[in-house]
């Protein structure tokens, strides 16, 4: 998606906060935030690694707005894969161009930003607005802060996350949290589902890269069930209805894959949910909005700091979505 100097999109995506330890509880996103701020204030902390180490990323730059329960980061990305940048003025038929030093990669940042109420029909769930910027995807936002999170945990003598077991020893364990952002759902996604003809469901599970008969040319990826719908479910309770059934086999299969045709005689497409609280996966049907007139102009695609003129914004975006009462 490409920048431009007068505008920027932010997509709507949830948070979840997790863990594997079945037994432990789910912590709060507040107390994973100063994990996150921990190491945006050490400047030997190093960057998160990705594609072999040419493309690294790190927190640039943190905001807590306490009165309204926002937290707000600058992610910021270096691509070494990325080509020079050259600048051309056609109409003196010149080119200008800007050669990377070693190590150096083209620079990424955007804004992610964090409700720190949680959803009140998902307790572990949070609204986070990402500023759309090549290379700064959910994916590797995610990765990042899941690794700082991991890297802490495991460094600290006073581990942060522990837990005494309700069954056996009663001893004292540790845990590592770690998050999920999944796409959070259009007008027009409900809009479809409920006036567009859904064409077919199917319940996935993800399997181990497993071959078949010991061939290794033939290989398992996923196990799938499909699912029957009734064309007869009243427009209006077609989400609803869907959502209960898959969540209830939530455990069994943490996907479903939703088939709609929105328009008559029009294009068929899918779009994959997870099933324990209905969120997006992938980039269909995401929730955006797009910020315009700003005063001055967005004229780099790496800040140093935080912008005020596109934060203000972001959070009058991010409260009003969240159902504040004012």
Not at 240 to 257: N, Y
């Amino acid at each position: 998606m490409a920048l431009t100097q007068h505008a920027r999109n932010i997509l709507f995506f949830d948070l979840s906060v997790s863990r594997r330890a079945k037994q432990a509880p789910y912590p709060k996103l507040e107390e994973l935030v100063p994990l996150w701020t921990e190491a945006q204030k050490t400047d030997d902390f190093s960057p998160k690694e990705f594609e072999g180490g040419t493309i690294t990323s790190i927190i640039k730059d943190y905001e807590i707005d306490p009165d309204k329960r926002i937290a707000t980061f600058l992610i910021e990305v270096s691509d070494k894969n990325a080509p020079n940048a050259s600048y051309t003025d056609h109409d003196k038929r010149t080119v200008r161009h800007l050669v990377k030093n070693e190590p150096e990669g083209n620079g990424f940042s955007a804004h992610v930003m964090f409700s720190l109420d949680s959803n009140s029909k998902y307790p572990n769930t949070y609204l986070t607005l990402i500023e759309a910027v090549p290379s700064v995807s959910a994916y590797r936002i995610q990765s990042m802060l899941n690794d700082i999170i991991n890297r802490i945990c495991k460094s600290r003598k006073d581990k942060p996350f522990q837990y005494v077991s309700p069954t056996g020893d009663r001893k004292t364990k540790n845990y590592i949290p770690h998050i999920i952002l999944a796409g959070h759902p259009s007008e027009n996604f409900h809009k479809d589902i409920e006036e567009g003809r859904i064409t077919g469901l199917t319940l996935v599970a993800p399997k181990s890269d497993v071959s078949l008969g010991g061939n290794p040319f033939i290989r398992m990826n996923e196990l799938s069930a499909k699912v029957s719908i009734s064309r007869d479910i009243p427009k209006g309770e077609r989400w609803d209805a869907i959502l209960t059934g898959v969540s209830a086999k939530k455990s069994e299969f943490p996907i479903a894959r939703i088939f709609l045709q929105p328009e008559k005689n029009g294009k068929a497409v899918h779009v994959d949910i997870d099933t324990s609280a209905g969120n997006l996966i992938g980039d269909a049907y995401i929730k955006t909005k797009r910020l315009i007139d700003f005063e001055k102009a967005l004229n780099t695609s790496a800040v140093e700091e935080i912008s005020p003129q596109l934060v203000n914004p972001m959070k009058i975006e991010l409260v009003k979505e969240r159902g504040d009462v004012t």
